[in-house]
Each structure stands twice: as C-alpha cells, then as structure tokens.
C-alpha cells in the first residue's frame, strides 16, 4: 500500500554539505527517519569541477548538463557509502522497491533526466530543479531543500532567491508545474527537523509565501 500522499517528500542534501560540518547530522537524522523519502543529492563540489572545465574549455551546455547529472551520481554513491540506510536507486522503480525494503532511495538521475524533454540542459536546472522534477514524476506533492546558504529572508520574494543563488532560476516554475509545496531548510537545522520540527521558508507554487 502507497504511503499517505502528505507523508511522501523528496529531499534534496546540497552538495555544498560535502565541505562543511554538516553531512554528518544529516545523514544520521535520514537515517533515523520514519517515512518514505526520496533523497537527491547535490552536485556540490563534483560539480564545481564540471563548471571550470566548461569555463577552461568552453564545450556546450548539454554536455556540461550530462557532466553535471553524473556529479551529483557521485555525491549520491558517496552519500550511500557513508550510511547503511541509503541505497542508489535510479529509476522509479528501483527507487520503491528500496523504500518497500526500508530503505532511504538515493536518487542517480543519470537514466530518467539526461535525456528529459522537459529539462534545459543548462544552468538554469541544478539539482533544485532536477529535485523538484523527480517529485512531479513520482507524484509527490512536498519538496524539501536543504541547503548551506543562509535562510534569513522571511520576507523574499522567488525571484529574489534566485537572484542571490539560493534557489536556480528554472525552480520557481517547475513547483508552479508540478503544484509542489518547497521547504527551504538550513544545514544547520538538522536537529529540528530529526524532532520532526520545520524551521523553514516556505516556497509554494503559488510564490514565496
């Protein structure tokens, strides 16, 4: 039996959590979570790596989004490496057969996005996107992202979270699309989220809110 559509979430672990003391906590809090989630990774520094080889050598977008896809496959099977509970799982339904086995599904975007009719291959879609993306093909409604940037912008506007990078510039549409409700989640909250707390901007398909 498919677990309650508001129990459902897809959660995206910023890649940047890979340099920070944050990884850690968080891998220990999903691990010690009770309901379905999906988890995708960030790119992070793998894809720090993609961005100044396209900037030295100036091949195109789409090879630099195929580049970046498998960016984030790396974050994922690191992500896996380090906890017992999470299991790479690359297609939709590999990704319910690990959560039927108890399983947190680290999603490898590789085999359903690259070739995406729907997504740009551009750096408009990072890993927010592809996150937001994945729930609208699964049919789940709540997207959560955590993220290292700095989340004290109550009062912001969509656009003027991608103005500053904390959210890519195709997100805004893709929650509209979809009709998801986004939680923005700093890293460091880690803790409140494991007593199953939200302290965190609410991004709605409808706009910042």
Known sequence: MAAPAERRFVLKLGGS?????????????????????????GGGPFADAVRAAQAR?????RAAHRMALLAMEQFGLMLAALSPTLRPAASAASITRAQREGMVPVWLP??????????????????????AWLAGRLGIRRLVLVKSAPLERAGASAAALVA???????????LSRHGLACDLVAASAHAAW????????????????
């Open 17 to 41: 959590l890979a340099n920070g003391p944050w990884l850690a906590p968080w891998l220990a809090a999903l691990a010690g979570h009770a309901g379905p989630l999906v988890v995708v990774p």
């Open 194 to 209: 494991a007593r199953g707390e939200m302290p965190a901007l609410r991004l709605a398909a409808e706009g910042f809110r």
């Open 164 to 174: 500053s990078g904390v959210i890519d510039a195709a997100l805004p549409a893709l």
């Open 57 to 61: 050598w100036r091949f195109d977008d």
């Open 110 to 131: 590789t085999a359903m996005a690259a070739e995406a009719p729907d997504l740009a291959p551009s750096w408009d879609v990072t890993s927010d996107s592809l996150a």
